[in-house]
């Protein structure tokens, strides 16, 4: 294992207080972990749009289920808009 691929350790991680965060710095949060997915209508038929955590459109899926696993197929976490 290399100095490089070591895990942080308690010391060395930095906390950080989410209050003192930019709208650019809070924006940014969990955009490539989390995903999250949103009833539409497209051409009036009922969809589900998934977006990166910044709003970013990603993808549209026909059903909600096929949204989640296409999500965490991507290594990502979904969360559901209401």
Do not use: W
């Not at 991680?13 to 972990?33: F, N, P, T, W, Y």
């Not at 990166?52 to 289920?65: E, H, Q, R």
Request: hydrophobic share 50%; charged share 20%.
């Amino acid at each position: 294992m290399d100095e490089n691929s070591r895990p942080e350790t308690p010391a060395q991680v930095k906390l950080v207080d989410i209050r003192h965060l930019s709208a650019e710095q809070l924006a940014g949060l969990g955009v490539s972990q989390i995903a999250y997915v949103k009833p539409v209508m497209m051409n009036g038929v009922r969809a589900f749009a998934i977006h990166a955590a910044d709003g970013t459109p990603m993808a549209v899926a026909g059903d909600c289920d096929m949204a989640v696993a296409a999500i965490r197929q991507h290594e990502m976490l979904p969360s559901l808009v209401h």
